[in-house]
């Protein structure tokens, strides 16, 4: 399994209150993403990195922000917890730095944040 | 219009049976296609890729079709175990990684 891991897996929050969320890879691929999962949604991309320091807007990026400042970590945060925020959030990674291997993403095992 | 979209399902397979799937997307310029598996409460899993030429993984086999701009994915002697969420995934310019909502299968015996 790529190495990808997402701390916490489980927060629960009360409204107006800030949450960080981190993504963190071994496997230098330069491309990070942050999904958020709801019933009858599907995945929907929040933001998404394509570097260190650079990143873009995915189509749900109305109340986060996102920052990458090397390239093993990739951070969301909910700046004011609302309830409509309750989500299974998932990172995923592709392409080696390297430019080996191929183009596809792997998932982190997702974080579960209920916010109250 | 969603980027990409799927028959949410669900696609009710007898076990032994082939079930198909297509999955549209809107974006022209699309670069790459994948297949993505999730099991309830579990992160998604790559499938397979989907390449111009069409492309098999045992019993999975996926298409491209560029000119109607959909992929699709065909199961064929289905197993208990095959019974998932599907979704497929499609990667546009700027390596953008947009899903589409989920197929859901479920295979009974």
Request: hydrophobic letters at 30%; charged letters at 20%.
């Given at each position: 399994d790529a190495g990808i891991t997402q701390s916490p897996r489980h927060k629960v929050t009360e409204t107006g209150t800030p949450v960080t969320l981190r993504c963190h890879q071994t496997e230098n691929h330069r491309y990070m993403y942050w999904y958020r999962q709801d019933p009858g949604h599907g995945l929907?991309?929040?933001h998404y990195s394509y570097?260190?320091?650079?990143t873009d807007k995915g189509e749900v990026s109305d109340g986060?922000?996102?920052?990458?400042?090397?390239?093993?970590?990739?951070?969301?945060?909910?700046?004011?917890?609302?309830?409509?925020q309750t989500s299974v959030y998932f990172c995923a990674i592709s392409e080696?730095?390297?430019?080996?291997?191929?183009?596809?993403?792997?998932?982190?095992?997702?974080t579960r944040l209920t916010v109250v | 219009r969603k980027e990409v979209e799927?028959?949410?399902?669900?696609?009710?397979?007898?076990?032994?049976?082939?079930?198909?799937f297509n999955c549209t997307y809107?974006?022209?310029?699309?670069?790459?296609?994948?297949?993505?598996?999730?099991?309830?409460?579990?992160?998604?899993?790559?499938?397979?890729?989907?390449?111009?030429?069409?492309?098999?993984?045992?019993?999975?086999?996926?298409?491209?079709?560029?000119?109607?701009q959909y992929i699709s994915l065909l199961i064929r002697d289905?197993?208990?175990?095959?019974?998932?969420?599907?979704?497929?995934?499609?990667k546009a310019a700027g390596n953008?990684?947009?899903?589409?909502?989920?197929?859901?299968?479920l295979v009974k015996p």
């Open positions: 929907r991309l929040i570097g260190v320091k650079d986060y922000s996102v920052s990458r400042s090397k390239t093993e970590d990739f951070l969301l945060t909910l700046e004011s917890a609302t309830s409509s080696s730095v390297s430019g080996t291997g191929g183009t596809e993403a792997f998932f982190g095992q997702g | 799927q028959d949410p399902g669900p696609f009710n397979v007898p076990e032994g049976a082939t079930v198909a809107s974006n022209s310029a699309s670069q790459s296609f994948f297949w993505y598996r999730q099991d309830c409460r579990k992160e998604p899993k790559l499938l397979m890729s989907v390449y111009s030429s069409g492309n098999e993984d045992g019993r999975f086999t996926a298409q491209l079709n560029r000119a109607s289905s197993k208990l175990s095959d019974s998932a969420t599907y979704l497929c995934a499609v953008k990684l947009t899903f589409g909502g989920g197929t859901r299968v």
